[in-house]
């Protein structure tokens, strides 16, 4: 797509890096077919295509209006398009570019910033955010249905074993992950135990940034980057060999440390490190199957039949798939048929706060997919995907992990 500059974002490095995705792309439409809010509101303008043209006109110097940012805010960023892209253009660069851009340009409401900042504190403190879950729950058996459901009740984290493998691997505990199901940490914990590797997590670490950045506050992204560089190089040092990653979400922006830090002359080669060395869970375990297979599957006293739902962050952000379908088949779980599963389930971080529509309309099609072969269970790979998937079904969602380590039998050492 042929772009010209406006003077004011040429020679600049976010002006270069968006005409260079412009430029990739040849307006063929094939992400249409493969975009939820397309499918969903039937607007060109909520498609992939639509937003890059947009997102042109800004670049060339048309001023943005609301009705810009309106239409750039209704992405999920799931980065299903890119997947389908056959020229692969990389448009989540470039949307991430934009909406910060037109933010500094057209602004926002009391409203919409104060709710944007609220977000941002009460994910971002676990203090915060974890007594207000527990208040939460201690009242959730008196809430009406649609509050209950969106508060799952408080679960116990099981046994963590400690360190005693010489192989060792750092784990990012994640923002609301600990507080809303600390069991998944935990159990990749004791999987991973059963195999010979010690899981060990660094309290210094905190928020992996794509709540931040992703509500256009990169500043606050960066300095939770460094934060985490700071807290993880040490290990890298003292021979932790990986940094693996429960939620797909917090997995596709830390394998990305490198990127965003690429011109930080302190730290662009150390992020460059800890991306190198980060991990999801399944790309760990597919990696170490073969010291799984010993271990005696024994589900007979779990869900057998299961639906998995494959994260955006994991099948789109990361390229991955396939692999956790194959754990749990090794593992002796029947997976069933599920349609639709490159679509997004709606809940894109902070999506389904701010868009709740959107997402709504989203969830329930996705559970109608997953539902449909009549699952025992339903799991995925995302703290996000698994607790709005959850507020809209009575069958129990939960992380692929816990179903894989209470099939496994414990070796004897």
Request: proline share 6%; with cysteine.
């Amino acid at each position: 797509m042929q772009t010209t500059l406006a003077p004011e974002y040429s020679n600049t490095p976010a002006g270069e890096i968006a005409a260079s995705i412009l430029r990739s792309c040849v307006h063929c439409g094939f992400c249409l077919a493969t975009c939820p809010t397309y499918q969903i509101l039937g607007n060109e303008l909520d498609s992939p295509r639509g937003r890059i043209y947009l997102l042109k006109q800004v670049f060339e110097g048309v001023t943005p209006t609301a009705k810009t940012q309106l239409h750039l805010d209704r992405c999920l960023t799931c980065r299903n398009c890119e997947t389908t892209c056959p020229s692969g253009v990389q448009y989540g660069k470039l949307i991430d570019i934009g909406r910060a851009l037109v933010e500094q340009t057209v602004g926002r409401g009391a409203r919409e910033t104060a709710t944007r900042a609220v977000l941002k504190t009460g994910l971002l403190s676990p203090t915060l955010f974890n007594t207000a879950l527990k208040i939460g729950q201690s009242v959730r058996s008196v809430m009406p249905e649609f509050l209950r459901s969106k508060i799952p009740p408080s679960e116990l984290p099981g046994d963590w074993p400690p360190p005693r493998h010489p192989r060792k691997m750092l784990v990012l505990q994640g923002c609301v992950q600990p507080g809303l199901k600390p069991n998944i940490n935990a159990a990749t914990a004791r999987v991973l135990d059963r195999i010979g590797i010690s899981l060990i997590a660094e309290n210094r670490a905190g928020c992996c940034g794509a709540v931040a950045h992703h509500l256009n506050d990169h500043d606050d992204g960066l300095n939770a980057m460094h934060r985490n560089i700071d807290a993880w190089i040490p290990h890298l040092d003292a021979g932790v060999e990986a940094i693996v990653m429960t939620a797909s979400g917090c997995g596709v922006m830390v394998k990305d440390y490198g990127w965003q830090l690429r011109d930080d002359p302190a730290y662009a080669a150390k992020a460059a490190r800890v991306s190198a060395v980060t991990k999801d869970i399944s790309e760990v375990l597919v990696a170490e199957h073969e010291a799984l297979k010993p271990l005696t599957a024994h589900t007979s006293s779990l869900a057998k039949r299961i639906a998995y739902h494959p994260p955006c962050t994991l099948q789109h952000g990361q390229k991955l798939s396939g692999g956790v379908e194959a754990l749990l088949t090794q593992a002796g779980f029947e997976l069933t048929s599920v349609a639709e599963k490159n679509l997004c389930c709606g809940s894109a971080g902070t999506y389904s706060i701010l868009q709740p529509e959107i997402a709504g309309q989203l969830k329930t099609r996705k559970l109608g997919h997953l539902q449909a072969g009549e699952p025992e269970m339903i799991v995925t790979g995302n703290i996000g995907c698994l607790t709005h998937l959850q507020s809209g079904t009575a069958i129990p969602v939960r992380h692929w992990v816990e179903l894989l380590d209470g099939a496994l039998a414990t070796p004897a050492h």
